[in-house]
C-alpha cells in the first residue's frame, strides 16, 4: 500500500471519529437540553471573540448568527432584570481572576425569542496563559425550567402543608376554647337550676341558656364531622325537588331571632325567577346560605344591614337548566384582602382584635365551599374592611317542570308601598309575572295621592319604611280607600310581632318576603 493511500485512509477514519464524536455531541445537547459558547481573550483581557453553538440558540429560539449575532450583548440583554447585575459579576470576575482559582457555576432566567423566560445552569472554564491572563474561555448552557418547575411545585406542596399544619394546630387551639364556653354555660345553667328547682322563671331562664348553649355545641361538632366526611371523600349531595320560595322562608324563619336580638336591618329580595322548582340538595344550599348569614350577622354592627339577593338567568347548559343566583350582602366589618386569599382554606380564621371573641371553628367556608363545588356551581368573595362583604353563589339547577298556568291575576291593578326602589321592583316583577299591572311609590305621601286617583285591586305596603310604620301607612290608606279594598303587610320579619297592631290598623293579610310568583299569588 502506497504512503498516499495510507494518508487518505487516515484521514477517512479521522472524519468518521469526528462524524462520532458529533452526533454524539448532539445528542449530548438534545438529551441535556444543553449549549455551548466560547470566547477568546487577548493579554489584557480584552475579548476578541464570542461564538454561541446552533444548539443555544435553538434552545431559546434564535435559528442563525442573523437573528443571534455573535456577540456578548446577544445573549446579555436577555437576562432577566432580577438576574443580571449579579450573573455579568461573576462572569467578570471569572475573568479577572489571574490566580485561576474563581469558576464560572451560575443559574438564572433568559428571555426566549417568544417573550417567555426560561432557566438555565451556565458552567465556564477558562484557559490561561502562563502569567494567569484568560487565554479561551468555554463553557455549556442546560436548561433547567422543568427543575425549577418542580423544585418551586415543591417548595408550595411544603409551605402548605407547614400552613395547614399550623392552622390546625391554631384549631386545635381555638377549638378547645369554643367547646369549653358552651359546655362550661350548659353545665353553669344545670348547676342553677338544680338549685332553684321550684323558681320557675330562672329555672326557665336557665333552660333557656342551656338550649343556645347546646345549639352552639351541636353546630361545632356538626362542622368538625362535615370537615372530617370532606377530607374522606364521604360528603354526598341528595338532590331532590326544592321550593325556592319555601327555602327562602325557612332561611327567613331560623334567623329573625338573631336578626332581631341585633336590631339588625334584614331584607331578602327575588326577581326574574324563571323557575321557582329546582332540583338541588336542599340541606346542602341551607347549609351554605346559612353560613354566609352567620357570618353576616356575626361581624355586622347593632342596626347594620343585612341583604339576601335571589335570582335567575338562563343556563348555558340548556333549556333544562336555569342559572340561579344567591347574593349575601352586608355592611359589616368586612375582611382584609389577605385574609380573602385563605378565605375558602379548613381551619382558617381571621387573626384580627376585631374579631377573637367571635366564636366559630373557621371550618365553615372551606365547606361551603366544597358544598358548591360539587354542585358545580362558583362561589365568589368581595370584602372591604369597615365597608361589608358580599357573597356569590352561581348554581346551574335542572328546572323541576311544575304547571303555574293558573296563577293568574289578568288585569288586576296593584300598588306597592316601599321606600326601597329595589325591593319595589322586585314585587313589580312578581306581580306581572301574574299577568296583573303593577305601580309603585316610595313614600307614604305619593301612596296617598295615588290612591285618591287610582282603583287599586289590592295595595301592598311593606312594614318598616325608613322613618315611616307600614302600619302607620296601612291607617292612613284606610281613610282614603275604606274598609273593603285588601291591604297587605309584606315583611321579611315574624307577622306574629305586629299583627294586632296591623290589623287593628286596617291590614287584611300578611306577605313574607321574599315576594315570589307563588307567594303573591296566594
Known amino acids: 500500500m502506497s504512503v498516499e493511500n495510507e494518508k487518505m485512509d487516515e484521514l477517512a477514519e479521522l472524519k468518521d471519529k469526528l462524524r462520532r464524536t458529533q452526533e454524539a455531541l448532539k445528542i449530548m445537547h438534545e438529551t441535556l437540553r444543553s449549549g455551548m459558547w466560547g470566547m477568546t481573550f487577548d493579554e489584557q483581557a480584552n475579548m476578541t471573540s464570542c461564538t454561541w453553538s446552533d444548539e443555544f440558540r435553538h434552545m431559546i429560539g434564535y435559528v442563525s448568527t442573523k437573528d443571534?449575532?455573535?456577540?456578548?450583548?446577544?445573549?446579555?440583554?436577555?437576562?432577566?432584570?432580577?438576574?443580571?447585575?449579579?450573573?455579568?459579576?461573576?462572569?467578570?470576575?471569572?475573568i479577572h481572576d489571574f490566580s485561576g482559582g474563581k469558576t464560572y457555576d451560575v443559574e438564572y432566567r433568559l428571555r426566549t425569542k417568544n417573550?417567555?423566560?426560561?432557566?438555565?445552569?451556565?458552567?465556564?472554564?477558562?484557559?490561561?496563559?502562563?502569567?494567569?491572563?484568560?487565554?479561551?474561555?468555554?463553557?455549556?448552557?442546560?436548561?433547567?425550567?422543568?427543575?425549577?418547575?418542580?423544585?418551586?411545585?415543591?417548595k408550595q406542596a411544603l409551605q402548605q402543608a407547614e400552613d395547614a399544619n399550623k392552622a390546625k394546630s391554631d384549631f386545635l387551639s381555638n377549638m378547645?376554647?369554643?367547646?369549653?364556653?358552651?359546655?362550661?354555660?350548659?353545665?353553669?345553667?344545670?348547676?342553677?337550676?338544680?338549685?332553684?328547682?321550684?323558681?320557675?322563671?330562672?329555672?326557665?331562664?336557665?333552660?333557656?341558656?342551656?338550649?343556645?348553649?347546646?345549639?352552639?355545641?351541636?353546630?361545632?361538632?356538626?362542622?368538625?364531622?362535615?370537615?372530617?366526611?370532606?377530607?374522606?371523600?364521604?360528603?354526598?349531595?341528595?338532590?331532590?325537588?326544592?321550593?325556592?320560595?319555601?327555602?327562602?322562608?325557612?332561611?327567613?324563619?331560623?334567623?329573625?331571632?338573631?336578626?332581631?336580638?341585633?336590631?339588625?336591618?334584614?331584607?331578602?329580595?327575588?326577581?326574574?325567577?324563571?323557575?321557582?322548582?329546582?332540583?338541588?340538595?336542599?340541606?346542602?344550599?341551607?347549609?351554605?346560605?346559612?353560613?354566609?348569614?352567620?357570618?353576616a350577622m356575626k361581624f355586622t354592627h347593632e342596626r347594620g344591614h343585612i341583604l339576601v339577593d335571589i335570582y335567575q338567568e338562563p343556563s348555558l347548559k340548556g333549556d333544562g337548566y336555569v342559572k340561579t343566583h344567591f347574593i349575601v350582602k352586608d355592611d359589616g366589618i368586612g375582611m382584609s384582602r389577605?385574609?380573602?386569599?385563605?378565605?375558602?382554606?379548613?381551619?382558617?380564621?381571621?387573626?384580627?382584635?376585631?374579631?377573637?371573641?367571635?366564636?366559630?371553628?373557621?371550618?365553615?367556608?372551606?365547606?361551603?365551599?366544597h358544598i358548591i363545588d360539587s354542585m358545580g356551581g362558583v362561589i365568589e368573595c368581595e370584602s372591604e374592611l369597615g365597608v361589608g362583604t358580599t357573597f356569590h353563589v352561581a348554581l346551574d339547577l335542572e328546572r323541576v317542570a311544575v304547571d303555574d298556568s293558573h296563577m293568574k291575576l289578568t288585569g288586576l291593578k296593584i300598588l306597592v308601598v316601599d321606600d326601597n326602589r329595589d325591593l319595589c321592583l322586585t314585587a313589580i316583577d312578581g306581580i306581572q309575572r301574574l299577568d296583573a299591572i303593577g305601580e309603585y311609590c316610595m313614600t307614604e305621601r305619593d301612596a296617598l295621592e295615588k290612591v285618591r286617583v287610582n282603583d287599586y285591586f289590592a295595595i301592598l305596603v311593606d312594614y318598616r319604611m325608613g322613618n315611616s310604620n307600614g302600619i302607620e301607612v296601612i291607617k292612613n290608606l284606610r281613610k282614603i280607600v275604606g274598609k273593603e279594598k285588601p291591604i297587605c303587610l309584606i315583611s321579611a320579619y315574624d307577622s306574629a310581632e305586629f299583627e294586632k297592631d296591623a290589623r287593628e290598623a286596617g291590614a287584611t293579610g300578611f306577605i313574607p318576603k321574599p315576594l315570589f310568583k307563588s307567594t303573591l299569588y296566594h
Open 176 to 295: 378547645s376554647h369554643d367547646i369549653r364556653t358552651p359546655m362550661n354555660a350548659i353545665v353553669g345553667m344545670s348547676t342553677i337550676a338544680s338549685e332553684h328547682i321550684d323558681d320557675k322563671e330562672r329555672v326557665k331562664d336557665c333552660l333557656h341558656k342551656i338550649n343556645l348553649s347546646s345549639k352552639q355545641l351541636l353546630g361545632l361538632i356538626n362542622d368538625v364531622l362535615d370537615m372530617s366526611k370532606i377530607e374522606s371523600g364521604k360528603l354526598v349531595m341528595n338532590p331532590t325537588d326544592l321550593s325556592l320560595s319555601e327555602t327562602s322562608e325557612s332561611i327567613c324563619e331560623i334567623i329573625r331571632p338573631q336578626i332581631n336580638l341585633k336590631n339588625q336591618h334584614f331584607d331578602i329580595t327575588v326577581h326574574n325567577i324563571i323557575s321557582e322548582h329546582v332540583y338541588i340538595d336542599g340541606v346542602r344550599l341551607n347549609q351554605v346560605l346559612l353560613n354566609f348569614l352567620s357570618n
Open 68 to 94: 443571534f449575532p455573535d456577540k456578548l450583548e446577544s445573549w446579555s440583554d436577555l437576562l432577566h432584570p432580577e438576574d443580571k447585575r449579579a450573573v455579568l459579576k461573576e462572569f467578570e470576575d471569572t
Open 338 to 369: 389577605e385574609f380573602q386569599k385563605r378565605l375558602f382554606r379548613a381551619f382558617e380564621r381571621e387573626d384580627n382584635l376585631r374579631i377573637q371573641k367571635t366564636q366559630g371553628t373557621g371550618l365553615g367556608m372551606a365547606i361551603s365551599k
Open 115 to 154: 417573550g417567555v423566560y426560561r432557566w438555565f445552569h451556565a458552567a465556564g472554564r477558562l484557559i490561561r496563559r502562563e502569567d494567569g491572563s484568560p487565554e479561551e474561555y468555554i463553557g455549556m448552557f442546560i436548561d433547567i425550567t422543568d427543575r425549577k418547575t418542580a423544585q418551586e411545585r415543591l
